[in-house]
């Protein structure tokens, strides 16, 4: 593991997680919040509306995710 | 047009007294700009995120957009790496990619990295790179190539969707040519 580190160069050679622990599963979240600000950025006329939204944004579809998570697991089992 | 972009007509009442200069600029009216000047201003978002925003005037907007663009499409890199851009082998999440200019860049610099590595060892094997290979970047497999390419090709697509605000967003007051003697009008909605 260390070795691969070393080895890691950033922006060229991908993060060294192999098949993907669960927590990388956590990487998502920056990802649904730039998501968010990005969107409310260009949907809101007030700026200063757009932490507030973009958090409430966030958490839906934060939530919206975990129940089709929860929903597939029911299906699939 | 979307009712935010609408225009408000100007009213003729002039500012009231005491009205600081900023109150009196987001009191102003937001004017609306020809289509030309819009799709410049697309490409300069496309070119860098947030650029379109910027060069319009909308400062704070175009800054908003180009540090979580820019940090999506950055963080997509750094997770999955170079090989995350790949015209040849994911054809499809590169049209998302696309949309932001950097990403040509990138799948250019991989495909000339590729083509050396090619050049120097002709008995290597065709097709993806594989580790075995002793490429010139490690190819992504797994979770890190699955996030690498979501965070790129949303990027992308999320800067579509600025490219066409910028087109259709009016010019703030601070910008908009005022004729000659005319004073700051209240009423109407400011634009960031």
């Given amino acids: ?77 | 047009m979307p009712a935010d972009h609408a225009p408000t007509p100007a009213r003729s009442a002039p500012a009231a007294p005491g009205v600081s200069a900023r109150a009196e600029r987001r009191a102003a009216p937001p004017r609306r700009r020809g289509v030309a000047t819009g799709v410049v201003a697309a490409v300069a978002g496309w070119t860098l995120p947030g650029l379109g925003h910027l060069v319009t005037g909308h400062t704070a907007r175009g800054l908003v957009l180009a540090v979580t663009l820019g940090s999506l499409w950055l963080g997509g890199l750094l997770i999955g790496g170079l090989s995350v851009v790949d015209r040849q082998a994911d054809p499809a999440w590169f049209l998302g990619q696309a949309l932001l200019a950097p990403s040509l860049a990138a799948d250019h610099y991989r495909a000339r990295l590729v083509a050396e590595h090619r050049a120097a060892h002709p008995d290597a094997p065709g097709g993806r790179l594989v580790p075995a290979d002793r490429p010139p970047f490690e190819p992504s497999f797994g979770r890190a190539r699955e996030l690498g390419t979501l965070y790129t090709s949303l990027a992308g697509l999320l800067n579509l969707l600025a490219m066409l605000d910028v087109v259709y967003r009016p010019v703030p007051p601070a910008r908009a040519r005022r004729p000659a003697g005319a004073t700051p009008t209240a009423g109407g909605r400011g634009v960031a």
């Fill in chain 1, 1 to 77: 593991m260390i070795a691969l580190l070393l080895a890691y160069r950033p922006f060229i050679d991908p993060l060294p997680v192999g098949p993907g622990p669960a927590w990388t599963l956590a990487l998502f979240l920056p990802l649904v919040v730039a998501v968010a600000v990005a969107y409310k950025a260009i949907k809101l006329d007030r700026l200063a509306h757009v932490p507030g939204q973009a958090l409430r944004l966030a958490l839906q579809i934060i939530l919206f995710m975990a129940a089709a998570a929860g929903l597939l697991v029911l299906l699939t089992r």
